[in-house]
């Protein structure tokens, strides 16, 4: 007999696939001079297809830009569609980039853990399939605003070797991206509040809980998941998960952009990355909004400043 918890994210699950839709056969027309593909499937979990949505300008320049979509541990489609988020990739469109919107798994079903597995896997499918979409698969920029800056950095820094000796061809390619640009960004989850609070702890003093924080053990043979109650795991976990563990030389140049007024992510957390990554010599800049909260009204025009810098640090130079 199916237990109620298996029967909850069996319903939970098919819920979400109802809300996926089949890969079009063509690519729809949008505004500005820019076609949109929809539902193009980057991989499978659960019986379910993993989601993008593919924006191609008119004039390419022959580079790609991952934008993971997510807010507060929610994903869809549907976030797309909003005019905020034209605003947001239609600088990048007029620069010539191909964006590709990538969906994640959404909570309480699934956690942060999947949505930087999620992410990695799309980045190593846009690196496959770079032919058909017309971009160079050694130049990739990855971006996201709040808690998709959170999952962009964090496959920015723990940047994987694909898996030689997998069967399955996506696999075999890197999720390494060249460049990063993200706004109001968590950079560090065990450092968060004024007081040095980790961020699951804040929340709970606030009266508050994100499903995208309860981390599990997967049983390798059965899939099965038990939700990990250890405190100091679940601080390893959110130091994992926390991009300035993972700064190293090698990172990719990055760019933030974050109001000093926020007080749903505080600035420093850009603060702190940017001053890792300077101090290991990789190319960082931060651009801080004076007076401005979190998503402040318009931020969404200053993804031409993102675009610039991954003109500067993606396309090709005979001086690099």
């Given at each position: 007999?199916?237990?109620?918890?298996?029967?909850?994210?069996?319903?939970?699950?098919?819920?979400?696939?109802?809300?996926?839709?089949?890969?079009?056969?063509?690519?729809?027309?949008?505004?500005?001079?820019?076609?949109?593909?929809?539902?193009?499937?980057?991989?499978?979990?659960?019986?379910?297809?993993?989601?993008?949505?593919?924006?191609?300008?008119?004039?390419?320049?022959?580079?790609?830009?991952?934008?993971?979509?997510?807010?507060?541990?929610?994903?869809?489609?549907?976030?797309?569609?909003?005019?905020?988020?034209?605003?947001?990739?239609?600088?990048?469109?007029?620069?010539?980039?191909?964006?590709?919107?990538v969906i994640h798994g959404s909570s309480p079903v699934f956690?942060?853990?999947?949505?930087?597995?999620?992410?990695?896997?799309?980045?190593?499918?846009?690196?496959?399939?770079?032919?058909?979409?017309?971009?160079?698969?050694?130049?990739?920029?990855?971006?996201?605003?709040?808690?998709?800056?959170?999952?962009?950095?964090?496959?920015?820094?723990?940047?994987?070797?694909?898996r030689a000796a997998s069967e399955d061809p996506v696999e075999?390619?890197?999720?390494?991206?060249?460049?990063?640009?993200?706004?109001?960004?968590?950079?560090?989850?065990?450092?968060?509040?004024?007081?040095?609070?980790?961020?699951?702890?804040?929340?709970?003093?606030?009266?508050?809980?994100?499903?995208?924080?309860?981390?599990?053990?997967?049983?390798?043979?059965?899939?099965?998941?038990?939700?990990?109650?250890?405190?100091?795991?679940?601080?390893?976990?959110?130091?994992?998960?926390?991009?300035?563990?993972?700064?190293?030389?090698?990172?990719?140049?990055?760019?933030?952009?974050?109001?000093?007024?926020?007080?749903?992510?505080?600035?420093?957390?850009?603060?702190?990355?940017?001053?890792?990554?300077?101090?290991?010599?990789?190319?960082?800049?931060?651009?801080?909004?004076?007076?401005?909260?979190?998503?402040?009204?318009?931020?969404?025009?200053?993804?031409?400043?993102?675009?610039e810098w991954f003109d500067a640090y993606l396309r090709p130079?005979?001086?690099?």
């Amino acid at each position: 007999m199916r237990s109620r918890a298996a029967t909850a994210l069996f319903a939970a699950l098919a819920l979400s696939a109802i809300g996926a839709r089949a890969s079009l056969a063509g690519a729809q027309t949008g505004p500005g001079e820019y076609s949109r593909q929809s539902d193009v499937i980057y991989g499978h979990k659960f019986g379910l297809a993993l989601t993008m949505e593919v924006f191609a300008p008119a004039k390419r320049n022959g580079l790609g830009v991952v934008w993971i979509v997510s807010s507060s541990g929610t994903s869809n489609r549907e976030q797309t569609l909003q005019p905020s988020f034209e605003r947001r990739v239609l600088p990048f469109l007029e620069h010539g980039y191909t964006v590709f919107a990538v969906i994640h798994g959404s909570s309480p079903v699934f956690q942060v853990q999947d949505y930087v597995q999620d992410g990695r896997r799309a980045v190593r499918f846009v690196r496959h399939r770079a032919n058909e979409f017309g971009i160079d698969a050694q130049r990739l920029g990855i971006s996201g605003s709040s808690a998709g800056g959170l999952i962009a950095l964090t496959l920015a820094m723990r940047a994987e070797d694909g898996r030689a000796a997998s069967e399955d061809p996506v696999e075999r390619e890197s999720s390494r991206v060249q460049a990063v640009g993200c706004f109001f960004p968590p950079t560090d989850l065990m450092d968060f509040g004024d007081a040095s609070e980790n961020i699951v702890d804040l929340m709970r003093q606030r009266g508050a809980s994100d499903p995208s924080f309860q981390f599990y053990d997967v049983d390798q043979k059965t899939g099965a998941r038990t939700l990990i109650t250890d405190r100091q795991e679940v601080l390893r976990l959110l130091s994992d998960v926390s991009p300035v563990t993972h700064v190293t030389a090698d990172d990719p140049p990055t760019i933030l952009i974050h109001g000093d007024a926020d007080k749903a992510v505080p600035v420093q957390q850009s603060r702190r990355l940017v001053t890792r990554l300077t101090e290991a010599k990789v190319p960082a800049r931060l651009v801080v909004r004076e007076g401005m909260g979190h998503a402040w009204p318009g931020w969404e025009q200053d993804s031409a400043l993102i675009a610039e810098w991954f003109d500067a640090y993606l396309r090709p130079s005979p001086a690099r």
